[in-house]
């Protein structure tokens, strides 16, 4: 407790500081448990509380400050804030580079990084990150859900949840191997790109914390490579990309047509490549896909493996809502569940956000929800999601892009040129309507519900399977929504 009479304001709180924190530390210890408690809560001491709510803790290690930030940071602030509604945030330090406060602010404030003090949890919208690295550059926050754990693997991103895990196992591994470089993630937004490049980070620092991870957006690489220039400090640029030992860049489409930063990548990933470093890339597209990259760079990010992350499926989703559900504590109905995984069909950020309000609905009235309460309340979400589609419009739009008679959708004729198209209008007007089985049946030539159910789930297994097909039903759904 040396540190925190160093600054004279916060004599008087001191006292009542330690006593908030053993509470705080009592509360949490009840809930984890003797065992976790003592590997990880108790070698944890208070430092002080700052007057504007900032309440400062200190680990003995960076491991464990990282360990708690990262299992322990959002119940630590809500127990501290419950013995006392001022504090805002709470920090971790590392015992032994403390210095005075004033000091740890005026080093550097235009470099989050350059600061001792890491934020573990602050106000709600802050909590849950935390920047890694130790030197002069601007890393990207790392979200501490996105662990492996919380992935749910399922068909449409079990390859490249597999080929993750792969590389992040390899590099927290003593000795050290690069299985394939670079590994580049590919798929559409909201698909867990980015949560699986922080899940490989945690994981390298959790098991290695020696080794050095960069993870950061294209967008951000860009930006600091910029800013380089400006300050005339390539050299330093150059140098902190080039010795890492792993190195995550998300959203590199980002980069394309963009020439100087492309070069200056294209350099850096050379010599990564060159010293076996492991490189880790996400983007939209795959890498032949790629508009506005130079030719060379294109050919060399398709050199490693190449995993894409497919559009989720009703089983996906529905297990991905089971998982969040189960961490939120919530009991949801797996009515609504189920409800939901057909509704939200668009990316995973949409169906937690879905799931989301639900929770908070629950949480705010105080009332358990029910399907029709849950219809009521996601109806702005739902309708944005379907904009009144009719089964009418997809026949014919399905029709015209296959370029079949539009009396093919209704007709008995099984010839795979027009049966499949049948099945993909099926499929959409499922997905984009609300209308029924049986209904849509109907609507086609009066099928029986059970070729509709069919053509769903021979539609959902041929996107993952053919890439043209997922095209052409991603296209489709598309321009069918707008
Ligand atoms: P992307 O980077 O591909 O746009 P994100 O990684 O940001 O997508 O994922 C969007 C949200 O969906 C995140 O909150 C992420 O945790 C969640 N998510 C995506 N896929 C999964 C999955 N398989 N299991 C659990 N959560 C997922
Ligand atoms: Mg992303």
């Not at 001491?45 to 504007?52: N, P």
């Not at 390298?204 to 960069?214: E, F, G, N, P, T």
């Not at 963009?258 to 490549?273: C, G, I, M, R, W």
């Not at 509709?452 to 321009?479: G, N, Y």
Request: charge should be neutral; proline fraction near 3%; glycine fraction near 6%.
């Amino acid at each position: 407790m040396a540190e925190a009479v160093l600054r004279g304001d916060a004599d008087s709180s001191a006292g009542a500081c330690e006593s908030e924190w053993a509470r705080v530390l009592g509360h949490l210890k009840e809930e984890v448990g003797e065992a976790a408690y003592r590997s990880w809560l108790r070698p944890m001491s208070v430092v002080e509380r700052i007057d504007d709510g900032e309440a400062i803790v200190a680990a003995p290690t960076r491991f464990l400050r990282d360990w708690v930030a990262t299992h322990y940071a959002d119940r630590l602030l809500a127990l501290w804030r419950a013995e006392n509604p001022r504090v805002t945030s709470v920090s971790v330090i590392v015992t032994g580079i403390h210095r005075p406060n004033g000091l740890d602010r005026s080093a550097a404030p235009d470099d989050e990084a350059n600061n001792l003090r890491r934020p573990i949890a602050s106000r709600p919208e802050l909590s849950g990150t935390l920047e890694i690295g130790e030197d002069k550059a601007q890393l990207s926050a790392l979200d501490q859900r996105f662990i492996f754990e919380n992935f749910v693997v399922g068909k449409p991103n079990q390859f490249a949840h597999a080929a993750a895990r792969r590389v992040a196992e390899a590099c927290a591994n003593p000795v050290h191997t690069v299985p394939f470089n670079p590994l580049f993630l590919y798929g559409g937004v909201g698909l867990g790109k980015t949560h699986l490049m922080h899940a490989v980070a945690w994981h390298v620092r959790r098991h290695a914390c020696d080794r050095k991870v960069i993870y950061l957006s294209a967008e951000k690489f860009m930006y600091q490579f910029i800013r380089a220039l400006r300050f005339k400090s390539t050299m330093d640029f150059k140098e902190q990309f080039r010795s890492v030992d792993l190195l995550m860049i998300d959203d590199v489409q980002f980069i394309s047509g963009k020439d100087s930063t492309q070069e200056e990548f294209f350099h850096t990933f050379n010599a990564l490549v060159d010293q076996n470093r492991q490189i880790v890339i996400s983007a939209d597209k795959s890498p032949s896909d790629l508009e506005g990259l130079e030719e060379r760079m294109r050919s060399r990010l398709g050199w490693g493996l190449v995993a894409d992350l497919h559009p989720t499926t009703y089983e996906l989703r529905l297990g991905i809502l089971q998982s969040k559900a189960e961490q939120s504590g919530i009991r949801i109905p797996q009515k609504v569940m189920e409800f939901l995984a057909h509704k939200v069909t668009s990316n995973v950020r949409e169906l937690e956000g879905a799931l989301n309000r639900i929770i908070a609905d629950m949480q705010l009235i105080g009332r358990d929800v029910t399907l029709e309460s849950a219809q009521e309340l996601l109806r702005d979400l739902l309708r944005s999601c379907e904009r009144r589609v009719t089964i009418d419009e997809i026949q014919k739009r399905v029709a015209e892009h296959f370029n079949i008679r539009l009396s093919e959708m209704t007709s008995a004729r099984r010839a795979r040129a027009v049966a499949r198209p049948r099945q993909i209008a099926m499929y959409l007007a499922k997905q984009l309507t609300t209308r029924s089985l049986p209904e849509i049946g109907r609507k086609f030539g009066g099928r029986d519900h059970t070729t509709v159910m069919h053509a769903v789930r021979k539609i959902e297994e041929l996107t993952l399977s053919d890439r043209a097909l997922a095209e052409d039903v991603e296209l489709l759904h598309r321009m069918l929504q707008t």
